[in-house]
T-cell receptor
Framework: AQSVSQHNHHVILSEAASLELGCNYSYGGTVNLFWYVQYPGQHLQLLLKYFSGDPLVKGIKGFEAEFIKSKFSFNLRKPSVQWSDTAEYFCAEYNFNKFYFGSGTKLNVKP | SQTIHQWPATLVQPVGSPLSLECTVEGTSNPNLYWYRQAAGRGLQLLFYSVGIGQISSEVPQNLSASRPQDRQFILSSKKLLLSDSGFYLC?????????FGEGSRLTVL
């Protein structure tokens, strides 16, 4: 069965620090990849997605992710985080009608 | 525009009682529908998904079942709740390639 792994369960950063959250997927075929974010008290919402084409994907709020097929990775990055980025981040993979999610990474940005 | 409604938002039920969580989608037709359970530190676990009326696929054998009696209605049920069924349940739908989530239902089984 497909699986998605997120390596960092809890990340604490100061404002203006750079962010990189790791995500690895297992399926070796064509994949659709996503990053979702859940702000405190809010429902899950899409940050960015990759279906094909340019492996560097730009999302909302200054986030980006890079698809590296040889590494089965889709890491999320942001050059300079803000306090408002405090949230839980989920990587997800879609194929065969199913979305598989990683265990999530809680990001705590200190002002 | 498309919207998704999920209810009830919170539910406290005794062990052994039945469960029914309902989800409806508006503004679209023939969506793929999903039920997930979200547990702290464990991400989102796919429970059921449906690609059409009456078509249900189960991902994890457990004490729950799902039904899709209408195109835009997805129901999560249990005949007898267990303590381990406590959790946060999310309904979601897919139309143009991405997943849209409802606001969730918090179930506490006592």
């Amino acid at each position: 069965a497909q699986s998605v792994s997120q390596h960092n369960h809890h990340v604490i950063l100061s404002e203006a620090a750079s962010l990189e959250l790791g995500c690895n997927y297992s399926y070796g075929g064509t994949v659709n990849l996503f990053w979702y974010v859940q702000y405190p008290g809010q429902h899950l919402q899409l940050l960015l997605k990759y279906f094909s084409g340019d492996p560097l994907v730009k999302g909302i709020k200054g986030f980006e992710a890079e698809f590296i097929k040889s590494k089965f990775s889709f890491n999320l990055r942001k050059p300079s985080v803000q306090w408002s980025d405090t949230a839980e981040y989920f990587c997800a993979e879609y194929n065969f009608n199913k979305f598989y999610f990683g265990s999530g990474t809680k990001l705590n940005v200190k002002p | 525009s498309q919207t998704i409604h999920q209810w009830p938002a919170t539910l406290v039920q005794p062990v052994g009682s039945p469960l029914s969580l309902e989800c409806t989608v508006e503004g679209t037709s023939n969506p793929n529908l999903y039920w997930y359970r979200q547990a702290a530190g464990r991400g989102l676990q796919l429970l059921f998904y449906s690609v059409g009326i009456g078509q249900i696929s189960s991902e994890v054998p457990q004490n729950l079942s799902a039904s899709r009696p209408q195109d835009r209605q997805f129901i999560l049920s249990s005949k007898k709740l267990l303590l381990s069924d406590s959790g946060f349940y999310l309904c979601a739908w897919k139309n143009t390639g991405e997943l849209f989530f409802g606001e969730g239902s918090r179930l506490t089984v006592l």
